[in-house]
Structures are given as C-alpha cells and as structure tokens.
C-alpha cells in the first residue's frame, strides 16, 4: 500500500507516551475560509484512507452535516477535567465504527514525506503515533512550537501555528483534505491549497 512510503512528522513530539483517557463531549471540524465561499464553514468528514484509516475529507456547509463521520473528540489527560477548555495539550479522537458495530477508538497523527512540504492529517487506531494538538480562546486548533530555530542561535518561544490549508492530497486516494503545510511562514508546494482555519463547533 502506498502509505507505507510515509514517515511519521516530527515522531519526537508524538504524543505516543501519554494516556489521553479524558474525553470532551462531540464537536465538529469547521473549516473557515475568508476568500472561498464554497469551502468557508464547511464540516470535516472522515473518509476512507485505507484499512482502518481515515482522512480529513472536504464535508458539507453546516448545519447540513449528520453525526457518523463527522463527529469528533479532544481526548486530554486524567490532569484535565475540563477537556473542552481552551489553550490544554490533548490528541484529537474519533470513533471508528466498524462490522457489528463495534467502535475502535481512533486518533489523528499527521503523514509526510521528505518530498512535499504538505502534510496530511490522518486517523489511524489507538494513540501509537497521535499527535499532541490544542484549541484555543476562539475553539481554533493550533500545534504549539516551543523554540524558533529560523534565528541563529535557536530561541525557545512559544509559538501558536496553524498552518492549516485544504488541498488535494494523495495520501492513498485523490481527495479534497485537510492538510498542513511544515515550516514556518513557508507557502505550500501543492497549487490546490487554499489557507484555511479550523474551529470545533460542539454538536
Ligand atoms: C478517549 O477517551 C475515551 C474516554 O476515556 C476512551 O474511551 C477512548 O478510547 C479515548 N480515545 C483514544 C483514541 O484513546
Ligand atoms: C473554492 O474551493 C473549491 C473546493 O476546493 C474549488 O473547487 C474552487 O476552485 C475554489 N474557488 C476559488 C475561487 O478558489
Ligand atoms: C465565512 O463564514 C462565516 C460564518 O458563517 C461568515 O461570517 C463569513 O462572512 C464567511 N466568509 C466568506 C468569505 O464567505
Ligand atoms: C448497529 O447500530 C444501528 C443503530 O443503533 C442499528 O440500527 C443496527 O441494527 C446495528 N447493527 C448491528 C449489526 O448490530
């Protein structure tokens, strides 16, 4: 399969170590758009990216969106009670529904290659490889940097980046997706993206 070619993004700050065992109640991802009417808050949809996988697909305008596929979670760990405040580190979750409704609880981690400077998001099951991520005061999502190496010497800073975009991507299958672009103030090499934010709405 074609996704074997990907190397996990930045595996040191994987979130793999940490148990994320306290979940916030549903959202979805809404895209918004200041110069694309058309994909400007429209929801998030998981769609099939292989066996157990899923993608971040282009989904319809709200309120138009159903629950399955669409619904998603901020698991956060037990230190957290709130897991639907704003500005705590926490992967983001999604039940997989598969045969006889059994539900696997999946997470997203984020696929790239030493090609592209566009990154896709993708679910896989479990937490092996999840990606820490956060929301913040306005419910946007954002991945923290915590030092500047665009200077020299390098400077720790906290940064809040989200460089979010959807683009056509190719992860297994062409679809329309959720993507991010790696690098700071750097433009994506994939001509189909267009920039983009992404707030949780709660269902
Ligand atoms: C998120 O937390 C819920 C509640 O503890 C748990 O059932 C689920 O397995 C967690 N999701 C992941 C991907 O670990
Ligand atoms: C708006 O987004 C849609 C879906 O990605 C795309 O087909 C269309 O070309 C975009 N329109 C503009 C003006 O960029
Ligand atoms: C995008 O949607 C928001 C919320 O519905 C709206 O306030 C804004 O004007 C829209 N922008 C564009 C470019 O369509
Ligand atoms: C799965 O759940 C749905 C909705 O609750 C139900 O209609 C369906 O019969 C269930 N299917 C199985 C195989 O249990």
């Known amino acids: 399969m074609r996704s074997t070619i990907f190397v996990p993004v930045l595996a040191t700050l994987a979130a793999a170590q940490s148990q994320y065992t306290t979940r916030?109640?549903?959202f979805h991802l809404v895209v918004f758009s200041t110069t694309n009417e058309t994909i400007n808050n429209t929801a998030l949809v998981?769609?099939?990216e292989g066996a157990a996988i899923e993608g971040f697909?282009?989904?319809?305008?709200l309120p138009?969106?159903?629950g399955y596929g669409t619904n998603f979670y901020f698991n956060t760990s037990s230190e957290n009670t709130v897991p639907g405040a704003a500005n705590i580190p926490g992967i983001l979750s999604y039940d997989l529904v598969i045969a006889d409704n059994q539900t696997v609880p999946s997470s997203?981690?984020?696929?790239?290659t030493l090609v592209s400077n566009v990154a896709v998001p993708v679910i896989y099951p479990g937490t092996s490889s999840a990606y820490e991520v956060y929301?913040?005061?306005a419910d946007?999502?954002?991945v923290l940097s915590w030092r500047d190496d665009t200077v020299d010497p390098a400077v720790g800073k906290e940064e809040r980046l989200k460089q979010?975009?959807?683009c056509t991507t190719y992860y297994s299958y062409t679809y329309v997706t959720l993507a991010w672009v790696i690098g700071k103030g750097v433009n994506p090499q994939n001509p189909t993206c267009q920039k983009v934010t992404v707030k949780r709405v709660w269902v």
């Open 57 to 61: 697909c282009r989904g319809p305008k």
């Open 164 to 166: 979010w975009y959807i």
């Open 64 to 66: 138009d969106t159903s």
């Open 46 to 48: 998981a769609c099939h």
């Open 140 to 142: 946007e999502l954002y």
């Open 108 to 112: 997203m981690n984020v696929a790239s």
């Open 24 to 26: 916030s109640p549903d």
């Open 135 to 137: 929301f913040d005061e």
